[in-house]
């Protein structure tokens, strides 16, 4: 892994760019149903200088009942405009520092063809506990002008991961904690089932960075994490989780340990574990 294809940047290197016009900073933070305060709340009370507010559940599809599904296309563009930010600009997104919703960003640029965005290693937490100053109120940028078009195969349908459930051509990692995959924890959103999609292994994202700093863990560690689940990181995988957000911590760590070509099911667990879903499996991997 390299500097320059390092999806993560530090603080230091988000400091000594702050002023600068092409360099566009996105607060991601995302919090599970019924958690308060919201995260525009925490938004509006402290972000990185210069920081708009990238709403999850606002940057989807309004059509589909699901949460945050990917929206399409022209509805992508116009709401990344919207946040000032123009094709050409440096893309920098971080949450508050729970890794939940930074990497689901960086992951929704790619999947619309747009590969210069980074995520801030630690967020907002790392920031905040350095010193570093932060700004309280909306940013209101000057609109920009971006263009977007959708690659498919960086999301996974109901339909397509039900298929992969009878060949197991690519390999499901769940990110959520080990209580909600094994069926033992009960779900946050009431309406859902408790297991995991059968055969998938499991992998809970917060084990991939460190609570204290908030930074992600070392490559080595990363390995281990997966390599204990019984991923092989050779083979074909897809990530899923609640709903289609901390699933991207795991895609964001596959990336940095090399691997391209993976997917995310974005309907996840939230359409997967509905009373009327396909089959699901409890107990361990």
């Known amino acids: 892994m390299t500097a320059t294809d390092d999806p993560l940047v530090s603080t230091d290197w988000l400091a000594a760019r702050i002023d600068d016009p092409g360099v566009k900073v996105i607060d991601a ?24 507010f990238f709403d999850v559940d606002a940057i989807s599809d309004h059509n589909n009942p699901r949460p ?12 990344i405009a919207a946040l000032g930010v123009s094709t050409g600009d440096t893309v920098v997104a971080y949450d508050s520092g729970g ?22 290693d630690g967020g907002l937490k790392k920031w905040t506990r350095e010193g570093r ?5 909306r940013v209101t940028p000057k609109p920009g002008k971006f263009t977007a078009k959708f690659d498919p195969s960086y999301i996974r349908s109901q339909a397509q991961v039900l298929a992969n459930v ?60 997966f390599a204990g689940a019984g991923v092989d990181m050779t083979k074909p995988i897809v990530t899923t989780c609640g709903s289609g957000v901390s699933a991207l911590v795991l895609t964001l760590a596959l990336y940095r340990l090399g691997v391209r070509g993976s997917a ?5 667990w939230s359409e997967w574990g509905l009373p009327d879903g396909p089959p699901i499996a409890t107990g361990p991997a």
């Open 264 to 268: 995310l099911y974005d309907g996840s």
């Open 166 to 225: 009878g060949t197991r051509a690519e390999q499901l990692v769940d990110a959520r904690p080990r209580g909600r995959f094994e069926g033992t924890a009960p779900e946050p959103r009431p309406d859902s089932r408790s297991g995991h999609i059968p055969g998938s292994r499991n992998v809970p994202y917060a084990e991939l960075f460190d609570a204290g700093t908030g930074a992600m863990k070392p490559l080595d560690e990363l390995r281990k994490a």
């Open 29 to 52: 933070s995302f919090k599970l149903p019924g958690v308060l305060p919201l995260p525009v709340d925490d938004y509006l009370a402290a972000h990185i200088p210069g920081a708009v």
């Open 68 to 79: 945050h599904m990917f929206p399409d296309a022209a509805q992508f563009a116009r709401d």
């Open 133 to 137: 100053p932060t700004h309280s109120g």
């Open 99 to 120: 890794w939940v919703a930074a990497p689901r960003v960086w992951w929704m640029f790619l999947s619309f063809g747009y590969p210069n965005v980074r995520v801030l």
